[in-house]
């Protein structure tokens, strides 16, 4: 069974930036389209972006422009760079697979505040 283990979560200020990981266990990741979700409180899970096999990228709604998303196959390690971090994108961040979801793993908490 897939295990995922997202991590680099952390409090930081608005317009400041992180980097989150997700590992997975089995080379299984660069097989795989890929995506970031995120859950803030009372709302629903949603996809941030995707990258597929072939290292092509999608963002969606105001990750654009602000979040690149990135795999290390290698590694088997896929990642999250945000910049620009508002409020607003505060919120329990997941990786898993896109459509097909593995199990999801426990996310890694990020808080954007002042």
């Known amino acids: 069974q897939v295990q995922l283990v997202e991590s680099g979560g952390g409090l930081v200020q608005p317009g400041g930036s992180l980097r989150l990981s997700c590992a997975a266990s089995g080379s299984i990741l660069s ?3 890929m995506g970031w979700y995120r859950q803030a409180p009372g709302k ?3 996809l941030v972006a995707t990258i597929t096999s072939g290292n092509y990228k999608n963002y969606l709604g105001s990750a654009k422009g602000r979040f690149t998303i990135s795999r290390d196959n290698a590694k088997n390690t896929v ?4 910049n620009n971090l ?3 994108d505060t ?3 997941h990786c898993n697979r896109y459509g097909n979801n ?8 990020v808080t954007v505040s002042s």
Do not use: C, H, K
């Open 79 to 82: 990642y999250l760079q945000m």
């Open 102 to 109: 593995w199990p999801w793993g426990q996310g890694t908490q």
């Open 44 to 46: 629903q899970r949603e």
């Open 86 to 88: 508002r409020p607003e």
């Open 91 to 93: 919120a329990v961040y």
């Open 31 to 33: 097989i795989n389209t």
